[in-house]
């Protein structure tokens, strides 16, 4: 069935947030090198990662209403400093930061070019704030690729439930069996994007234990997606 638009989750799918937490990190321990004892850039980046989880939090880690406030308070706890910041100053600097700090995944940009270039509606559904979406969208200079930015905060649900995938499809105006979604959760993305009625693409190499799940449709590559395409 003929596709006519190409939906794409956003971390580790469009934004590597391993790397993006590697750019945050030094930038944040740059920034804040004269109030730290000494920099240990390994245990910023660990206590963000551990908070983080990939953009998946675990709810008992979250000290706080968001990733950010949770890392800054983790942060300010855990760190030796000389002079300690405001918890609110270190969530702050999450918000204003971790978003141009986004790093793309590889071949990101050429897909979105090569797509946008040949007429494919294209959009985003991402679990989160709307204004972080936008951020790291911002950050990675991939704003303008898209029709449609949709996150969980602006819809009021969230993936898997199908319908953030529908209520996408119609605001392209692209029925969702001519929509392909690409992300790299097996549940939240395929699917949930299955369930909507739309095609899906597991973007491998972010979760394990994916082999178990029933997913024919695998990449491991984002320019892999030129095959599924031509079929």
Known sequence: MRIQAVLFDLDNTLTH??????????????????????????????????????????????????????????????LHWNSTPELEDLSEFWFSHFGPHAVAMQGAEQLLQGLKDRDYKLAVISNGGHATR?????????????????????????????EI???????LGIAPEHCLFIGDHPVNDVQGA??????????????AHTDQLMISNRIQRLDQIWDYLQR
């Open 194 to 207: 299955l369930g909507a009625g739309m095609q899906a693409v597991l973007l491998e190499g972010f979760h």
């Open 134 to 162: 936008l951020n790291i969208l911002k950050g990675l200079g991939f704003s303008h690729f898209f029709d449609e930015i949709v996150s969980s905060e602006q819809a009021g649900l969230s993936k898997p439930k199908p």
């Open 17 to 78: 947030r391993g790397q993006s937490i590697a750019a945050y990190s030094q930038f944040l321990a740059a920034y804040y090198a004269a109030r730290l004892q000494h920099v240990d850039l390994a245990k910023i980046q660990s206590i963000i990662h551990r908070i983080d989880n990939g953009g998946y939090p675990q709810k008992e880690l979250l000290t706080h209403a968001s990733i950010g406030a949770s890392v800054g308070y983790a942060l300010q706890r855990e």
């Open 165 to 171: 995938f529908l209520q996408t499809s119609a605001k």
